[in-house]
């Protein structure tokens, strides 16, 4: 419940304590309210894409009084002295979208593997960018089975426009993390999207790989028409931290359905007789290379 003496807004920026608060009248620069910071916090108190509850100061900056709850958050643990954080990359995202390249860098399907099962966990919508397609010739059959499995695979290229209303029209009126390997043409998309954009995320990007948790910026990027999207570096250090090897399958939509069928019910889908898994992978229904993502994943392996 909002409090009707408190004003509400998206946070957009978060710097260093403070939080830049996006209302229907503007932008105000917040600071946590004390009794929000009292005790050791084991995570973000407040992060990029929170709903905000706030009042204004006599000298018009903010002071965050309370964060509303989260629908959901893309989590990264950080190591340190006095245990392990929980840093919130992005909150209440409406969508991850993951850009891999066709070609020039050879997409590393594993890696996309690993971010699909995040996002499963995370319940979080996942849209799969295949970029570069003017390099080859077989952009769709290198990404069938993502197609086959229910995921939607938008199909790319900068330097025909290919795609791109397409993707456009996806980033529309959502919160969309955006996030995939050097190289694979991010910026070149989000430029064709809107002009100056994809320079405008690289800047900040740049600073997050390179500065330390506690003092780099981040940022939500307005969309003309409206919806924001941020670039969420770091997805390939994010461990699926409290996930149990026996969860794993759950987060593969080909194996979840197929479980029920297992003769035995702590089935690990690698050796047990009467294994629907298996069976399904000898038929060829369930693709072998996904197959081999979710026993390295299990194993704890990239």
């Not at 002009?195 to 981040?218: M, P, Q």
Request: hydrophobic residues 40%; charged residues 25%; aromatic residues 8%.
């Amino acid at each position: 419940m909002t409090n009707e003496t408190y004003k509400r807004g998206l946070i957009v920026k978060a710097q260093s304590g403070f939080f830049t608060v996006e209302t229907s009248e503007g932008f105000v620069i917040c600071q946590l309210r004390g009794k929000l910071k009292q005790g050791r916090a084991s995570g973000d108190i407040a992060a990029l894409g929170d709903h905000a509850q706030f009042t204004i100061l006599t000298d018009g900056s903010g002071v965050i009084e309370n964060i509303e709850e989260r629908e959901r958050s893309i989590i990264r643990l950080d190591p340190r002295p006095q245990g392990i954080y929980r840093q919130i990359l992005l909150a209440n995202a409406d969508q991850a979208i993951f850009v891999f390249a066709c070609a020039n860098p050879t997409p590393r399907l594993r890696m996309l593997d690993r971010f699909l099962v995040v996002t499963e966990k995370q319940n979080i919508p996942a849209i799969i960018v295949a970029n570069k397609i003017d390099l080859v010739e077989n952009a769709k059959e290198m990404f069938r089975v993502y197609e086959s499995i229910g995921y939607r695979v938008i199909y790319t290229s900068a330097q025909t426009n290919a795609g791109v209303d397409e993707l456009k029209a996806q980033l529309q009126n959502k919160i969309s993390a955006l996030a995939g390997p050097s190289g694979v043409g991010k910026s070149s998309l989000l430029n064709m999207i809107q002009g100056g954009l994809g320079l405008a995320v690289n800047e900040v990007s740049a600073i997050l790989k390179e500065g330390k948790h506690t003092t780099v910026t981040r940022q939500l990027f307005p969309l003309d028409g409206g919806g924001y999207v941020a670039d969420t570096p770091g997805w390939k250090s994010l461990a699926l931290w409290d996930t149990e090897a026996e969860e794993i399958d759950a987060y593969f939509p080909e194996l979840r359905d197929l479980v029920p069928h297992c003769q035995f019910s702590d089935c690990s889908h690698i050796h047990e007789p009467g294994c629907a898994v298996l069976k399904a992978v000898k038929e060829g229904k369930v693709h072998a290379e996904r197959y081999d993502s979710y026993l390295r994943l299990r194993a704890g392996q990239e």
